[in-house]
């Protein structure tokens, strides 16, 4: 696959394994999975009280030390994420992202009538709630969207230089579980560590440049 040395105008080449552009409907599809998958993983680990990494795990943060929503402050920490991708990624990134992050947030406020998680093992929470937000992350990505937030960046880093968004972000999150130390107790945050490697791990091993694109 070719890198556009000018402008970037999109955010993943939304193509499958034989480079046939994605559908609407099957872009509208992936959308609604994606979003559901890091809703529920959000929800698990909330219940464990636990963080994760990227925007999610800034929201969790937040939410242990305001009384607001994780869905209110995930959108609220997204807002200057969307200009940067508008302005780098490209209007379509940034509708796409934008769409998805009010999504999401919309479905966490839905979540105490729909899913409540009476008790969780923490061990179970971090394994797949992480490894849920990672793939929804997966999913949209491959759909030329992003849910907002530290994803934006790490997305246009591995379109415009190259640098694998996986490695990127596990260096952003390893920074938001440093600061997660002076909120929850060390116990947590190692679990919380588990779940950032599982989210993360899901990019690096399937979201690398030219894998779905017949190349």
């Known amino acids: 696959m070719k890198h556009d ?10 193509t499958d394994t034989i480079g046939v552009p994605h559908s609407v409907l099957e872009d509208i599809y992936a959308m609604v999975i994606g979003m559901a ?3 529920v993983g959000l929800v698990l680990l909330k219940a464990a009280g636990l963080v994760t990494g990227g925007v999610a795990g800034i929201a969790l943060l937040a939410s242990y030390l ?3 929503p994780v869905g209110t402050i995930f959108t609220l920490v997204n807002i ?6 508008y302005f780098t990624m490209g ?4 509708l796409k992202s934008t769409i998805a ?18 008790f969780v093992n923490p061990l179970f929470a971090a394994f797949v709630g992480g490894t849920l937000c990672g793939m929804g992350i997966l999913a949209l990505a491959r759909h ?10 790490t997305l246009w880093l591995q379109r415009r230089r190259g640098i694998n968004a996986g490695i990127t972000q596990v260096c952003i999150d390893a920074t938001i579980l440093l600061v997660s130390l002076s909120v929850i107790p060390s116990g947590r945050v190692a679990w919380s560590a588990l779940s950032a490697i ?13 894998r779905y694109t017949g190349r």
């Open 5 to 14: 040395t000018g402008a970037v105008s999109g955010a993943i080449a939304a």
């Open 37 to 39: 998958f890091v809703v």
């Open 66 to 68: 305001f009384p607001l």
């Open 80 to 85: 200057p994420f969307f200009l940067f991708a």
């Open 91 to 94: 209007a379509r990134f940034a």
């Open 101 to 118: 992050s009010f999504g999401i947030t919309f479905a966490l406020a839905a979540m105490p009538q729909t899913f409540n998680v009476a």
């Open 144 to 153: 030329g969207a992003g849910v907002g937030g530290t994803g934006i960046v």
């Open 198 to 210: 599982a989210m993360s791990a899901m990019v690096v091993a399937w979201h690398k440049p030219g």
